[in-house]
C-alpha cells in the first residue's frame, strides 16, 4: 500500500525545516541554562541531597550564582576547584552544600584543565554505553515485535507501577510508560528516591527509573522477551532527566521540541537549548525519542489542521539531526483524533498515517490513539480503538500507545489494559498482510487527503522559514495557542556563555555519536 508523492514537494519541506531549524540553533548557540548545567554535573557523579533535600547539583549551580561566574559554565569552576583540591566532585558537593567550601574561592578566569574531570565522565560514560550495549544485544536475540504495543500506568506509587507494568507485560505489552506525576515538568529540580505519593502519575527519579528497569529485567529473564521503558524528558529538567534515563537504560522518553513551550508556558528559549542537550544524550545512549506534534490535534480540529502535524515532524527531524541522532531513533508523533462523526473519518485517518509513514521511513513512528473524541461509551470507544489499530498495523506504525476503552472515564485498570491489549493483537493477526495485498487507487480520496496535508505543510514551512518560528509561535500557528519569545516559566534560567564557556559531555557526546555515524 503505497500513496503517490510529489518528491519535490517533500524536498522542498525538508529545505525550510532545515532552514527552520539552524536559524534557531544559530541564534541560541551562544547561550546555556541552569538545566544544562545541572546535567553536566549529574555526568561528573554528583548525586543526592543535602539536608534540606535540595539536589546537591541545584546547590552547586545556585552557588556558582552568587559566588562564581556561571557564564564561563559549571563544568570550568569544578575543574578549577577539583586541580586545586584534588577532591572529588561529590566531596565538592557535599562540602559547598554544608558551607564548608566555596567554588569562588578556587574560580579563574583563564581555561583550567579540563582533564582533571576525564576519570568523572569516563566512570558515567562508560555505564550508558554498558547499559546501551546491554539492550542492543538483548534486542538482537530477541527483536522487538512491529508494530510495538505501548500502554502507560500511572498510580503516583512506583510499587503499585511495578506491579501493573509487570501484569501488562504478562499480558503481551511491549512498552511500559510511566506517566509523571502533575506538574513535575515546572519544577526545575529532579525529585529524590523512590516516591509513592503522585497525582495523576509518578515522580519520575533516578530511584524510580532503577527500580522500574530493575522489575522489567526479572520479566526479561524468567519470560525470554525484553520489555521497553518509557518516561518523560522534558520540562524544566529535560535535559538532566534525560541523562537519569541514559544512566538507567530507559529505551524511550518523550522528547519533543514545542510540547512544553505550547502546553505547560515554559519559555522556548529555555526549551529548545534544554531540548538541543537532551536529544544529545539520548542519541549517544541509543534511546529513541517520542515527539508530541499529536497533541497539537487535542486542542484544534484535527481535518482542518492536520498539516501542523507534518510541518513540526519536519522541524523535529532536523533538531535531531543536530543532535547527531539517526532517523531509527526518531519516535514522531502523530494521532489518531478526527471527529468520527465525519464522513470518510476513517479513510482521512489512513492517508494521514501512511503519509507520515512514508516521509520518514526509517523512523519508528508514535501513533496515539483517539482520546479527544472519546465520550465514556465503552462500545463505542472500542470501535474507535479498534478503527485506531487498523490504521497502525495497515500503514506500518512501529510505536503502537493502545487506547483504552475507559478513556475520558479513570486512570485505566489492569483490566482495562487487558482488554486494549486483546482488541489490538486481534486486529494484529485479522490484518497482517492486508497492507501487502491492497494498493490505494491514484486520485482515491485518501491520496487525495495525502496530497492537501502535505501541500499545506509545505505552505506553512515555508510560512515560517520566512517569519521564524519564534513569530509562528506567537501566532498560535501550532495548537491553536500563542506563546511570546520572553514569556513562559524558566527563561530566569537562561544565561549568555563566555567565550571561554565549555559544555565537555556535550562536546564528547556529538563527537561520539559522529564516529557511531561514520
Request: aromatic fraction near 8%; charged fraction near 20%.
Amino acid at each position: 500500500m503505497k500513496l503517490t508523492l510529489d518528491t519535490h514537494t517533500i524536498d522542498a519541506c525538508r529545505r525550510d525545516a532545515r532552514h527552520i531549524a539552524d536559524a534557531i540553533k544559530t541564534e541560541l548557540d551562544p547561550y546555556s541554562t541552569v538545566s544544562v548545567e545541572r546535567t553536566v554535573l549529574r555526568m561528573l557523579g554528583i548525586d543526592g541531597v543535602d539536608a534540606f533535600d535540595v539536589p546537591y547539583v541545584n546547590v552547586l549551580v545556585d552557588h556558582v550564582k552568587t559566588h562564581g561566574d556561571l557564564r564561563f559554565g559549571i563544568a570550568h569552576h569544578m575543574a578549577w576547584a577539583i586541580a586545586r583540591t584534588t577532591k572529588t566532585p561529590q566531596t565538592i558537593a557535599k562540602r559547598v552544600a554544608e558551607g564548608a567550601m566555596s567554588l569562588g574561592d578556587y574560580f579563574e578566569p583563564t581555561t583550567p584543565d579540563y582533564t582533571v574531570l576525564t576519570p568523572f565522565i569516563n566512570q558515567s560514560f562508560a555505564r550508558i554505553r554498558t547499559q546501551r550495549q546491554h539492550r542492543e544485544t538483548v534486542l538482537e536475540n530477541h527483536p522487538a515485535p512491529s508494530p510495538e504495543k505501548y500502554v502507560i500506568v500511572a498510580t503516583g506509587n512506583i510499587h503499585e507501577d511495578i506491579d501493573q507494568a509487570l501484569s501488562a507485560a504478562a499480558r503481551g505489552a511491549d512498552i511500559i510508560a510511566v506517566i509523571r506525576t502533575t506538574g513535575q515538568s515546572l519544577l526545575d529540580y529532579v525529585p529524590y528516591g523512590a516516591t509513592t505519593e503522585g497525582f495523576g502519575g509518578t515522580y519520575a527519579t533516578q530511584e524510580n527509573f532503577r527500580l522500574m528497569r530493575e522489575a522489567l529485567d526479572g520479566y526479561q529473564r524468567h519470560h525470554g522477551r525484553y520489555v521497553k521503558l518509557v518516561n518523560y524528558a522534558s520540562g524544566l529538567c529535560m535535559p538532566e532527566i534525560a541523562a537519569l534515563g541514559a544512566l538507567e537504560r530507559l529505551d524511550m522518553m518523550l522528547n519533543d521540541s514545542l510540547y512544553g513551550i505550547i502546553f505547560r508556558d515554559i519559555n522556548m528559549k529555555r526549551t529548545l537549548i534544554d531540548q538541543a542537550f537532551s536529544r544529545v544524550i539520548s542519541g549517544y545512549a541509543g534511546i529513541t525519542i517520542n515527539t508530541g506534534e499529536d497533541n497539537y490535534l487535542t486542542t484544534t480540529d484535527a481535518f482542518e489542521h492536520a498539516h501542523t502535524v507534518i510541518a513540526s515532524q519536519f522541524i523535529n527531524e532536523r533538531f535531531a539531526e543536530h543532535a547527531r541522532m539517526p532517523a531509527t531513533l526518531m519516535g514522531l508523533g502523530h494521532a489518531y483524533e478526527i471527529d468520527p462523526s465525519v464522513d470518510n473519518s476513517f479513510l482521512y485517518e489512513i492517508a494521514q498515517a501512511q503519509l507520515s509513514r512514508q516521509l520518514f521511513p526509517d523512523a519508528p513512528l508514535k501513533y496515539m490513539p483517539p482520546t479527544k473524541h472519546m465520550t465514556g461509551d465503552i462500545f463505542k470507544g472500542t470501535v474507535q480503538n479498534a478503527l485506531f489499530n487498523i490504521a497502525c498495523v495497515t500503514t506500518k506504525q512501529q510505536i503502537h500507545l493502545l487506547g483504552m476503552p475507559t478513556e475520558a472515564i479513570h486512570t485505566p485498570f489492569m483490566s482495562d489494559r487487558a482488554l486494549a491489549l486483546a482488541n489490538a493483537d486481534y486486529i494484529y493477526k485479522a490484518f497482517k498482510a492486508f497492507a501487502d495485498s491492497v494498493d490505494i487507487k491514484p486520485g482515491s480520496l485518501i491520496e487525495k487527503r495525502a496530497h492537501a496535508v502535505l501541500d499545506n505543510a509545505r505552505t506553512l514551512l515555508d510560512d515560517i522559514r520566512e517569519e521564524g518560528l519564534f513569530v509562528t509561535l506567537k501566532k498560535g500557528t501550532f495548537a491553536g495557542v500563542s506563546r511570546g519569545e520572553n514569556d513562559g516559566k524558566g527563561l530566569g534560567g537562561v544565561f549568555k556563555k563566555h567565550p571561554l564557556y565549555t559544555n565537555p559531555i556535550m562536546e564528547r557526546m556529538l563527537a561520539a555519536c559522529e564516529e557511531d555515524a561514520s
